[in-house]
């Protein structure tokens, strides 16, 4: 059974840092693409980052390119967003989703399965 858990959200200050966690079980990310996406109350679910099976290739959203950084580490079976210099609008619930075909995007239905969500909240 695929399952993906997201773990690392929280309150923060504008200007902080996070990282959050997606945590695979039931396949290997050897062969599915991760992708980052977020909600905000009110709006579309926006793809932030992805990272591909095979070669790890990575790709980000212009409103996230560098501040945000996306990884793996296979034997963990866990994929990170690193989130750095945080801003009031990147409030909202960050979810990770799994590619079966590995080959990543931004766009939500290019994605099979889906985490419950973490929720981040940028404020001081």
């Known amino acids: 059974q695929v399952q993906l858990v997201e773990s690392g959200g929280g309150l923060v200050q504008p200007g902080g840092s996070l990282r959050l966690s997606c945590a695979a079980s039931?396949?290997?990310?050897?062969?599915?693409?991760i992708g980052w996406f977020r909600q905000a109350p009110g709006k579309e679910r926006e793809g932030l980052s992805c990272?591909?099976?095979?070669?790890?290739?990575?790709d980000y959203a212009d409103s996230v390119k560098g501040r945000f950084t996306i990884s793996r580490d296979n034997a963990k079976k866990t994929v990170y967003l690193q989130m750095t210099n945080l801003k009031p609008d990147d409030t909202a619930v960050y979810y990770c989703a799994a590619d079966r075909y590995g080959l990543g995007g931004l766009d939500p239905p290019l994605y099979d399965y889906w985490g419950q969500g973490t929720r981040v909240t940028v404020s001081s």
């Open positions: 039931g396949f290997s990310l050897d062969y599915y693409a």
């Open positions: 990272i591909t099976s095979s070669d790890g290739r990575t």
